[in-house]
């Protein structure tokens, strides 16, 4: 089996995650920038952790023969920190970074003014930088902040099939697919999606364009959700295919519109994945 979990905060996280990420199957990830827990102070502690996620992760996750990718952007919380509102002149440094496959995290925390002027400009930067998208839906208020994302999708002219709306549940899931982006789930321990109740969504709405990812951040979270989202899937009598549809290639498909994807050096047991190599580009 292999899984790419195209959101994980891996920053968060130990190394010994990553080896019992490898050891599960686990080959590729998408690290997407996001808060970090505490206020940051101003835009040089945002420089310093994008040089991170485009330098010391990546080195990082090789160790294990996994290959890590970020996207880049200001997340919605601090998008309200007038402290922190300038990083979105440096974004745009960032996004011509190698391994850089998206813009996001992107989008709602308290759906502010001020996270609807960060949200709208930088879907501008993915469109100007030719990349998907990564929307981040509010924890709170769920319904309407994902039809507000929508509607701000719609306006900035970026493809629908670009962006990936995260963060849903079961009464979000339907107008994000009927709306032609891609359908993202985050799923933890006691919050948000389970493995069991994501079974239940590919079986109402079938795997194509869905996104299922561990997220695994600052709080109670686990890396290996999305092993035990696919063992779920085969239990409820999914195929193997299905399977690598769900956690696999349709990663490889979103992210792969970036022309950055580099998969070349993941690894199993049966050794590299042949035809990834197509998916690199960019500078």
């Not at 994980?8 to 199957?25: E, V």
């Not at 996620?53 to 890590?68: C, D, M, N, T």
């Not at 099939?161 to 994000?176: C, P």
Request: proline share 7%; aromatic share 8%; charged share 25%.
């Amino acid at each position: 089996m292999r899984i790419f979990d195209p959101h994980i905060h891996m920053t968060s996280r130990t190394t010994d995650d990553y080896a019992a990420m490898a050891a599960a199957g686990v080959r590729a990830i998408v690290e997407p920038a996001f808060w970090l827990g505490q206020p940051r102070t101003g835009p040089g502690s945002f420089a310093d952790y994008f040089d991170a996620l485009v330098g010391w992760e990546p080195y990082r996750a090789a160790q294990f023969g996994i290959a890590h990718h970020a996207t880049i952007a200001l997340n919605p919380k601090e998008a309200n920190d007038p402290r922190c509102r300038p990083v979105l002149d440096l974004v745009p440094r960032y996004l011509a970074k190698d391994g850089v496959v998206a813009v996001g995290e992107i989008g709602y925390d308290s759906m502010t003014p001020e996270e609807d002027d960060a949200f709208t400009r930088q879907l501008a930067m993915a469109v100007e930088a030719g990349l998907p998208a990564l929307v981040h839906t509010p924890h709170r208020d769920k319904v309407r902040g994902t039809t507000r994302s929508l509607d701000v999708v719609r306006e900035s002219g970026i493809g629908p099939e670009r962006v990936v709306i995260d963060h849903l549940n079961e009464v979000t899931v339907k107008q994000v697919k009927d709306a032609g982006c891609w359908a993202g789930f985050s799923i933890y321990p006691d919050t948000k999606m389970s493995p069991p109740r994501m079974v239940e969504i590919l079986k109402d709405y079938g795997p194509e364009r869905v996104l299922v990812n561990s997220a695994a951040d600052w709080g109670k979270s686990d890396p290996l959700l999305t092993v035990r989202t696919a063992e779920a899937m085969r239990e409820a009598g999914f195929t193997d295919d299905d399977v690598d549809l769900v956690l696999w290639r349709n990663p490889v498909e979103f992210y792969g519109q970036s022309g950055r994807l580099n998969l070349d050096n993941t690894t199993s047991a049966e050794g590299t994945y042949e035809g990834s190599s197509i998916l690199r580009g960019g500078s």
